[in-house]
Structure formats: structure tokens, C-alpha cells
């Protein structure tokens, strides 16, 4: 089959890998229809490759049909339509009763100290061959995929394996009051989905901070008070007009949809390349006890919530030696929440919205749609922002 294998920084290609089969009873195999590209993809095309290994199959936002299911999956058929969600988890530890299956005691990858396995993720959360691809193999497949109905196109239903539990996850963190206002950094997928998410659950104002004109002005037609970070001198500035709509307090919650990769952090950025262009026995270990992130949307989201709020993390952080200023946390008695979305434990309240009102606008989310060939060009493309690029879709 065809997949979309890592082989360096900045290099992706397509190429011919072995289809994969049953190797477990409760393992399915699909064929994939659409997969998506993440942001979280971008971060090993360039930040987190100490942690990757040439060849591995890349890509973890799937949904297809069903081929083939091993005997210990008895509510799959050779057939179904499923949308397979990001993490792999067993359903039934102690973990995923307790709503977390990203921390799913079955597949955490110990050996790492890590959470629940990811499809096409690096080493540290299992290596496991992913979905940018043409076949995927789905492990605990008696618990992941989510049966869809047939009909309505793949883009009503795919967004469940990532973007949308992902951003329902960080409001839902959030914890925005009824009436209450949220600020959101960052309005690439996750972030502009949690805007939608936001004003649908009952937000009376959500705010949008970016710098990409084509990510304000799309967040701005679904009713989102944007600011563009490059119209003002500073941050401190914008922190300030946010914080001047909020009768000088500032939100209530600050969803950080920006994650590692935030512009800004110059001594950060040149740490992270130069981790990247390392030998890769050297740059493992060291990324492992001395990685740092780009703080810049963490740090201002810290200024800008109200005191007594709530910062919500979506965004992927991934440093181990990262100044965070406690102090100011304790005194504004900031509460933070964070973590990688529990997709099945959030996926039943969000079919209600994929309805053929569409709410949420999931059927135009996408803003390209590509064959996997093109795989290469849609990574250079999304890492470089151009053409509009916000959401990609791929399809084999």
C-alpha cells in the first residue's frame, strides 16, 4: 500500500510499505477514505524528530471502512463505516472507566513514561504505524472506532477522530461560567473549532487572537471578536484592548491552542532547531532531559485570564525544562488544565451537533482537500501557512 512515511526533518514522502494485517484478536483492519493533517503532525516535521525513526508511517485523524475484524471484536463487520479516534485504549481498565483513555493502562507506553499509544506518533507514544495511508491496522478495535451511519460525506463525520473531542475537551476544561468570556490563542483547526464549540455551548463572548489573515477573518464570520497579534506594538497591548472588553479583569477562561511551536521565543525556536540537526543519538537523549518549548501563547495566556480563571491547554507542549512562572499562577490562583483528548469519552455529546443543520460548519471546515500523493506539498504548504491553508484533508 501507499503511506505517508517520515524520513527526516522537513521530509515526508509517499511510499510503497507492506499492507498491514491482523496481528491480535481485537485488531480490525480499514481502508481509509479521508485522513486528516494535524497540527500536531507539523510538530514532527520539524520540532519533535529526535523522537522519530525513518519510515515510520505518519498521520492519526482516520475514517474508512471496515475490511476485516479479528475474533475479539464482536460489534465490527466487514463493511462498517468508522471514524478510528487519535489514541489507542482498551475501554475497560480502570483508566478508561474513569473517562480517561489517554491514559489507558492496557496500551500506555511504559517504557517511555507515557500515556496511551497514538497512531503515527513517535517512539514515545508506541510507534504505532498511522493513518496517512492507504490501510490502517486498529488495535483495540473492540473499543476505538466509532460507527457512523452511510450517507452524508466523510467530512461530517471524520473531524471525530481528533479536532473536534479535541477542542470540545479544551471548553470543556475551560470551564467557562453560563454568560461567561473566553479568549482563545490560536486559530488553526483545534483553535477555531473550540470558537464554534464555545459559542454554541453558551459563551456570551469568545475572543480569537492570531496573526494569519485568513484564520481571523474565518473565525470572525462565525460571530469570534478577533484580534490580530500584528496589529499592536506588543502582546502586552493586546493583552490590554482584551482585558479593557472585560471591564479590565480579562476572560474568564484562555484556551492555548498555539502549543510548542508559538512565534516569538527566539532562544527556544534556535534550541528546538538545533536539537532537530543533531545526530540522532545525540538528540534523543538530550530532547529527553533538556527539550524546551516556545512559551509565548502559555505566557500570555497566564497575563491575560482574569484572576480566579482557567487556562485550558490544547495545544502539544513537549519540553522537559520549561520556565513556567509559578508565582504568578499562585497569586492570581490560576487553575490549568490539560492533557490529550479522551476522544470516546466526549464523542456521544458531540454527534448531537453533526447533524444536516451542521452547526459546527464540520462539512466546509476543510479548506483543502488532496490526494495522499500530494502528501509532501500539504505539509509544506501547512507548516508554511500559505494558499489559506487551515485544515487539510487527504484521501488515497
Known amino acids: 500500500m501507499k503511506a505517508v512515511t517520515w524520513q527526516g526533518r522537513r521530509d515526508v514522502r509517499v511510499e510503497d510499505v507492506p499492507d498491514p494485517r491482523i496481528e491480535e484478536p481485537t485488531d480490525a483492519v480499514i481502508r481509509i477514505t479521508s485522513s486528516g493533517l494535524c497540527g500536531s503532525d507539523l510538530h514532527l516535521y520539524e520540532v519533535l524528530t529526535p523522537f522519530m525513526t525513518p519510515g515510520d508511517i505518519l498521520g492519526h485523524e482516520p475514517m474508512g471502512i471496515v475490511e476485516e475484524v479479528g475474533a475479539g471484536v464482536p460489534d465490527l463487520v466487514a463493511g462498517d463505516r468508522v471514524v478510528v479516534p487519535f489514541q489507542i485504549a482498551c475501554g475497560a481498565c480502570w483508566m478508561c472507566l474513569s473517562g480517561l483513555p489517554t491514559q489507558c493502562e492496557t496500551t500506555q507506553v511504559t517504557g517511555e513514561s507515557m500515556g496511551a499509544a497514538l497512531f503515527g506518533y513517535t517512539r514515545l507514544y508506541g510507534a504505532v504505524p498511522g493513518a496517512q495511508a492507504e490501510y490502517l491496522r486498529v488495535p483495540q478495535a473492540q473499543y476505538g472506532p466509532i460507527k457512523v451511519p452511510e450517507g452524508p460525506p466523510d467530512d461530517r463525520f471524520v473531524y471525530l477522530s481528533d479536532v473536534l473531542p479535541t477542542a470540545w475537551q479544551a471548553v470543556e476544561y475551560a470551564s467557562v461560567p453560563p454568560g461567561g468570556t473566553l479568549a482563545v490563542l490560536g486559530l488553526g483547526p483545534i483553535g477555531d473549532m473550540a470558537c464554534r464549540i464555545a459559542l454554541a455551548r453558551g459563551a456570551e463572548r469568545v475572543f480569537g487572537v492570531d496573526l494569519v489573515p485568513e484564520r481571523l477573518a474565518r473565525a470572525s464570520r462565525r460571530g469570534v471578536m478577533t484580534y490580530d497579534l500584528r496589529a499592536f506594538d506588543d502582546e502586552k497591548a493586546l493583552v490590554t484592548a482584551i482585558r479593557d472588553a472585560t471591564a479590565g479583569r480579562g476572560p474568564d477562561a484562555v484556551i492555548d491552542a498555539v502549543g510548542t511551536e508559538a512565534h516569538g521565543s527566539a532562544a527556544a525556536r534556535l ?22 518549548d516556545r512559551l509565548g501563547a502559555l505566557h500570555m495566556a497566564i497575563d491575560l485570564v482574569r484572576r480566579g480563571g482557567t487556562i485550558s491547554l490544547s495545544g502539544m507542549y513537549g519540553g522537559t525544562a520549561d520556565p513556567i512562572p509559578l508565582i504568578t499562577l499562585f497569586d492570581k490562583q490560576i487553575q490549568l488544565r490539560m492533557g490529550q483528548a479522551n476522544v470516546r469519552r466526549w464523542t456521544d455529546r458531540i454527534m448531537p451537533y453533526l447533524t444536516d443543520e451542521d452547526p459546527l460548519g464540520v462539512e466546509d471546515f476543510a479548506t483543502h482537500r488532496l490526494p495522499l500523493d500530494e502528501a509532501p506539498h500539504a505539509y509544506e504548504m501547512f507548516q508554511r501557512k500559505e494558499d489559506g491553508a487551515i485544515k487539510i484533508l487527504m484521501r488515497p
Open 271 to 292: 534550541a528546538q532547531t538545533a536539537s532537530a540537526l543533531l545526530p540522532r543519538k545525540l538528540s534523543g537523549p538530550l530532547a529527553e532531559r533538556f527539550s524546551v
